[in-house]
């Protein structure tokens, strides 16, 4: 197995990152923010280190302008000049320089004014028993694989698909991350963390 380096961007939580250093790679985070855990990040702008030679680059660039989740607020003052830095920002790190590439971000803007995601997988699929439409840009990487219960001779990686948490007012069904985080002071970050199984999926398929 060739070790590689990978540049794990827009990422304080360390989850992506460790998953790698576990397969051997020399992974490196990068926030604004600093790392919740100790290892390898540079907390700055990513694009100080972006010429860095790396060999894979896994983006997760703030989505907080993109997501369709908040359409509400979709034509408040200002909020149209956000969304095109926010696509500007999420495509200079497509077209990065560096040989593969995956860029993570919710159902939003990037699905219709740039291109349809190579794949769209939820945590459930790779053994986190939680519900989020989760969009992956690729370059050069296969798509992530995934086995279902009803499949022979193959380790299943799903769980069971979870159900709503509880229903809205308005009738909408909310899942769990929506309500243990939906109003809390620092919703916003802990919706960022990434999922386990999925980082784990990325290291052992992608590295």
Known sequence: ??????????????IVRDAFIERGH????????????????????????INDGWDLMIAHPPCTYLSYAATKYWNQPGRDKKREEALNFFLKLFRAPIPKIAIENPVGYPNTVFRKPDQIVNPFNFGDPERK???????????????????????????????????DKSGKARYFTDAIIGFSKDAQKRRSRFFPGIAKAMATQWG
């Not at 540049?7 to 939580?13: G, I, N, Q, R």
């Not at 985070?29 to 907390?43: A, F, I, N, V």
């Not at 769980?159 to 709503?164: D, M, S, T, W």
């Open 26 to 49: 020399d992974a490196m985070s990068c926030d604004l923010l600093p790392t919740e855990r100790p290892g390898p990040h540079y907390q700055g702008d990513v694009f100080d280190i």
């Open 133 to 167: 439409a989760i969009c992956l840009w690729l370059n050069n990487l296969p798509t992530l694989f995934y086995t279902k219960p009803n499949e022979l001779f193959t380790d299943i990686t799903h769980v069971e698909k979870p159900g709503p948490t509880y229903i």
């Open 1 to 14: 197995m060739k070790r590689l380096r990978v540049l794990v961007a827009c990422e304080f939580s360390g």
